[in-house]
């Protein structure tokens, strides 16, 4: 964020933050936003499922820091199986496990 953003309507820019990063996206295909210097922000249906995300995003930082202690090289995985892992199982195409 911007000085400008922080220093003005500093939760206003959050949120505008978090809608550009979903681009027009499902939120509920996509429960989780990492803001750059700030904590996680989750949500779900229900303040229930909200905290299942938020656990969920914790345990994948926790596999992501020791694949870094690990192998400091260590890749991202490519765009198109991102896809293939999220895609598979939600969406209008779905066809691999929950619908």
Avoid: C
Wanted: no cysteine; net charge negative.
């Amino acid at each position: 964020m911007t000085a400008a953003e922080i220093f003005g309507a500093y939760e206003q820019e959050t949120g505008n933050l978090i809608v550009e990063t979903l681009r027009g996206g499902s939120p509920l295909q996509n429960p989780a936003v990492l803001v750059h210097s700030h904590g996680p922000f989750t949500w779900g249906n229900d303040p229930h499922e909200a905290v299942v995300h938020a656990v969920a995003l914790e345990e994948l930082a926790f596999m992501a820091f020791h694949t870094e202690q690990l192998n400091p090289e260590a890749q991202a995985i490519s765009q198109a199986l991102r896809d293939k892992h999220s895609l598979r199982k939600h969406g209008k195409t779905a066809y691999y496990g929950q619908y």
